[in-house]
C-alpha cells in the first residue's frame, strides 16, 4: 500500500487523504505490518484527513486510538460501509 499511496501523493503539494479501510475479515496484526504502519504514519500522518475503518473487532478501536499518535486526522471504527461513508462524506 505505501508505494501506492506515495505514487498517488507524487506531486501534490498539501495532500488531505481520506481513506476507508475494510478490516472486517482482518484476525490480526503482526509486528512486521505494525512497523509497516508505523512508517507510513510518520511519512504520511499528518496528511489523513479521516480514516474509516470497517470492523467488529474490538481492538480495531484501541489500535486506533495508538495510531492516532502518529496520525494526525481523525480515526473511527464502523461496523458498516454505509455509515463509514457517509461520515467520510461529512468531512468534504
Do not use: T
Not at 9 to 35: N, T, Y
Amino acid at each position: 500500500m505505501v508505494p501506492m499511496l506515495n505514487s498517488a501523493l507524487e506531486g501534490v503539494e498539501h495532500p488531505k487523504i481520506d481513506c476507508l479501510m475494510d478490516a472486517s475479515e482482518l484476525q490480526g496484526w503482526e509486528p512486521r505490518a505494525a512497523w509497516d504502519d508505523f512508517k507510513l504514519g510518520m511519512a504520511h500522518g499528518r496528511q489523513f484527513n479521516r480514516i474509516a475503518v470497517i470492523s467488529d473487532k474490538r481492538w480495531m478501536k484501541v489500535a486506533g486510538k495508538v495510531g492516532s499518535w502518529f496520525i494526525g486526522g481523525e480515526y473511527k471504527v464502523f461496523e458498516n460501509e454505509a455509515d463509514a461513508m457517509a461520515w467520510l462524506r461529512e468531512g468534504e
